[in-house]
């Protein structure tokens, strides 16, 4: 009864295969079609919906701040061992602005006032001012601002006073700009300087011009045409300069957009020759293939049809899933193949039977009834391992997760009922055509490959114990390593590597680009201090904001955390921050009317008013409300509800870093003023969420363990009645989550939320080889009354099959560890050993775990 299931399938797929092959075509062109009218688009990758406190925090901040969306281009002229602060090179940097500026699409995106600022327009304008001075004794009141100097220079007058002076006045000029002691109404010269720039030099090796482009409307069109605006500066300047680099999103996005093209068009051809190749060893027929591969292309449609009906956009992780779905595409297609062969030869008769040569009816009959129960489960088991990263707070991994199990239950659909009734199809049309084909299973007849596999069968009857112990081992050195796995998220982690030597060689088109993205983030980080997404954090404070306290505590910030930390510094070795105690430094700098009430109010000495501080504020809001809108928040009652500190950190450290070293921040100023804090921006936002989703997909790992044990348990007790084989199935499984974990350590590779996701098909491809091989030893045990034949039948068997599947999938998951793009990388890297190590598990310490189960039962 309990196999009458299987068996009536398999009838009723016989006697209506031609029906079965017009409905599931008939079904195919409609779910295709939602690659056609559905709504994929291209996305982000998906939004974070986690409520915390510092994502609230971000939101008050956003709500009550004038905040600053520009993106920022960063471009750095660099000379080793040369100067960049020569006047031809000033000039150099002036010329470039006037061709931004003269380029229609990189001007529209720049923000009208400030848009370009550097070194070169700091010492140009004062050149300027010095010969309006000198030209006219005084300055025309007519054309005189409210600063007292007039207004500020047009580009062409820069260049045109910058000019007009020699190489020995220039550098007279850039003495007193960067004086330190100087009265310069700029903030900061040194700050578009390297961070080892010695005060008062008047040469340095390299210096940063900021480009700040306007995202006032926020649209995403409008922040697209920013980004493509940085590439054409980009452009502009490796025309102009032999040693300068432009920074920004835009060319981030663009090098890793590039280098998946590049990596595709490496990897998809050696993909191909590899994929066909495997294929044709395993299968050894033309007509095998083609069905495997018409099986796989069904899948695709299907997989494009669910993703256009389903709605769900495009994002990087999605790249995963049909190379997924090929995989075990393959996997299936062999077990259905390799089971008729075995069936239509006489393979899966034991000795007392006749020669058990069949029909194709009749084999097909024998082949998928054999081995549909194990089909299912495995899907199932599969299905569950994937869609249990629905639970994660990220959107594009909720869609990675549901994409997935659909993919997963097309591919079953398709393997068990339209290939099968393909394959039979086609062997009765080949039948009547005179050609009678009885091709024996891959491993099953004589040959290395059968050889191989017995001797790890005959092994693991002959030394159970001592497979089970070295494998033991092996895990518990891996387990031991997974300890120290990086756990934690770097975004430069994910920038694009330039191609290895070999790669550089190739013919076009197939010779990648040049990329330099990751040095030149490496090179701006160790010398400046970055702008623009991520270079950033916040913190917010609450409580009595008019405190002097307050302003003391945050005065100078580096006190709170190590020189070497992730916390950018400024030329004077202080912290990059920006706060109430920085803005009244600033405006008092810039105003007389500000600094005569500080003073008045200084009781120690230190610049800040010890007294009074509010009223203070009131000027400052007054003299510069921008500025002091940005670090404090003025409720409409005149009175001030909140502060706030702009941190700037290191982009090219892991976001956990950064989040540690902005609360240490945020706790030293809590233990010194009367308020509270809560570190929020970006980076911290971004530790948040992917320590979150970090935990959710370790939980998820466990709740997918616990659902796939309990089904099976509930399987083999409802076949066999023998719950116990679900633990026997399942401990290969988790040995060889083990090695992979460990390999990872060894190998460098991180344990994040990225790389998480990937190891789930070690738990998803585990359990697929698994419960084939012990259904079908148990199968074989039932009918053969020696252990040793069993065990030689099923590792041989199923084990080919298995062999077969993991070398295709691995070679095709393992040709993207060429790819130039890391993510990519990883992911071939890290599926290609799951894959490898689950099927090494699978025909050495699971044969091994069913000898020692049937001796201790018998």
């Not at 079904?27 to 079609?33: D, K, N, S, Y």
């Not at 060893?281 to 669910?306: E, H, N, P, T």
């Not at 005179?434 to 050889?451: K, M, T």
């Not at 007054?622 to 290191?650: C, D, F, H, K």
């Amino acid at each position: 009864m309990k196999r009458s299931f299987p068996s009536r399938y398999a009838d009723a797929l016989i006697s209506r295969s031609k029906p079965i092959i017009v409905l599931l075509l008939v079904l195919t062109a409609i779910v295709g079609a939602g690659a056609v009218v559905g709504t994929s688009e291209d996305g982000a990758g998906g939004q974070a919906g986690i409520d915390s406190e510092e994502q609230l925090a971000l939101e008050e901040i956003e709500s009550t701040y004038e905040t600053d969306d520009a993106v920022v281009t960063q471009i750095v002229v660099k000379a080793e061992g040369g100067d960049v602060l020569s006047r031809e090179s000033l000039l150099q940097s002036l010329r470039l602005q006037q061709g931004i500026r003269e380029t229609e699409a990189i001007n529209t995106t720049l923000r009208t006032e400030a848009g370009l600022r550097g070194l070169e327009n700091i010492v140009a304008t004062r050149a300027y001012f010095d010969a309006q001075t000198t030209g006219n004794g005084s300055h025309d009141t007519a054309t005189t601002s409210q600063n007292g100097q007039p207004p500020a220079p047009t580009l062409d007058q820069q260049i045109e006073a910058l000019e007009s002076r020699s190489d020995e006045e220039v550098d007279s000029l850039l003495a007193r700009v960067l004086d330190s002691n100087s009265t310069s109404p700029d903030r900061d010269p040194t700050a578009f300087l390297p961070s080892d720039y010695e005060p008062g030099a008047t040469s340095a090796d390299a210096r940063l011009t900021l480009v700040f482009q306007s995202n006032e409307r926020g649209g995403a069109s409008e922040t697209q045409e920013a980004y493509d605006a940085q590439v054409a500066i980009a452009s502009l300047v490796d025309e102009r300069f032999d040693g300068a680099f432009v920074f920004g999103q835009g060319i981030i996005d663009e090098a890793s957009s590039q280098a998946i093209g590049d990596s595709f068009l490496i990897i998809t051809p050696v993909a191909l020759v590899l994929l066909l190749a495997v294929l044709s060893i395993a299968y050894r027929d033309v007509v095998d293939v083609l069905i495997s591969l018409f099986g796989i292309g069904v899948v695709m449609v299907w997989l494009q049809g669910i993703q256009g009906w389903l709605g769900i956009p495009s994002s990087s992780i999605l790249i995963a899933v049909p190379f997924l779905l090929i995989g075990l595409s393959i996997d299936y297609s062999l077990h259905v193949v390799m089971r008729y062969r075995e069936a239509r030869t006489g393979e899966l008769d034991t000795d007392t039977e006749s020669d058990g040569r069949r029909n194709p009816a009749t084999a097909m009959r024998v082949g998928i009834a054999g081995v549909v129960v194990a089909l299912a489960a495995a899907a199932f088991s599969t299905g569950i391992g994937f869609f249990s990263n629905y639970a994660s707070p990220l959107g594009s991994i909720r869609d990675f997760a549901l994409l997935s199990a659909a993919g997963i239950v097309a591919m079953f659909v398709v393997f068990v009922a339209l290939v099968p009734a393909v394959k039979l199809e086609v062997e009765r049309l080949l039948t009547r055509l005179g050609r009678d084909r009885q091709q024996p299973a891959f491993g099953v007849g004589s040959g290395p490959i059968r050889r191989v596999l017995s001797g790890t069968a005959a092994l693991s009857r002959r030394a159970p114990i001592a497979v089970l112990v070295v494998s033991l081992v092996v895990a518990s050195a891996g387990a031991y390593g997974a300890t120290g796995l990086d756990t934690e998220f770097n975004q430069a982690d994910f920038l694009p590597e330039d191609a290895p030597e070999w790669m550089e060689s190739l013919p076009e088109p197939f010779a990648p680009a040049e990329y330099d993205v990751r040095e030149n983030l490496e090179y701006l980080s160790d010398n400046f201090r970055q702008r623009g997404p991520g270079s950033e954090a916040q913190i917010l404070i609450r409580g009595n904001v008019t405190a002097p306290a307050l302003l003391t505590a945050t005065d100078d910030t580096s006190q709170y955390t190590s020189r070497d930390g992730t916390i950018a510094t400024q030329s004077d070795g202080t912290a990059a921050v920006e706060s109430p105690a920085t803005v009244l430094r600033s405006v008092a700098a810039e105003n007389q009317t500000v600094a005569n009430a500080i003073n008045a109010r200084d009781l120690d000495g230190d610049g800040l008013p010890d007294k009074d501080v509010a009223q203070v504020y009131d000027l400052v809001y007054s003299a510069a409300p921008g500025q002091a809108s940005t670090v404090l928040y003025r409720t409409e009652n005149g009175s001030y509800a909140t502060a706030r500190l702009i941190v700037g950190v290191q982009t090219d450290a892991t976001a956990q870093s950064i989040a540690s070293d902005v609360r240490q921040v945020a706790t030293g100023i809590e233990a010194n003023a009367p308020v509270t804090t809560v570190a929020t921006g970006g980076p911290v936002i971004t530790a948040v969420v992917q320590s979150a989703l970090f935990e959710t997909l370790v939980e998820g790992f466990a709740v997918t363990l616990g659902v796939i044990l309990t089904f099976l348990l509930g399987l083999y007790w409802w076949r066999y009645r023998a719950p116990g084989l679900a633990v026997v199935v399942l401990v290969p499984v988790l040995l060889a989550l083990a090695w992979l974990l460990g390999t990872m350590a060894l190998l460098d590779i991180p344990f994040n939320s990225e790389t998480v996701v990937i190891t789930s098909l070690a738990i998803g491809l585990g359990v697929d080889y698994s419960i084939h091989l012990g259904e079908r030893f148990v199968d074989e045990r039932k009918r053969r009354a020696s252990l040793d034949e069993s065990l030689v039948a099923a590792v041989t068997g199923t084990g080919g099959a298995l062999l077969g599947s993991a070398a295709t999938t691995a070679a095709g998951f393992g040709v993207l560890a060429l790819a130039l793009s890391p993510p990519l990388h990883r992911f071939g890297l890290v599926t290609g050993l799951s894959i490898i190590f689950a099927f090494v598990s699978c025909v050495t310490v699971l044969p091994s775990l069913l000898v020692v189960r049937d001796r201790y039962l018998r």
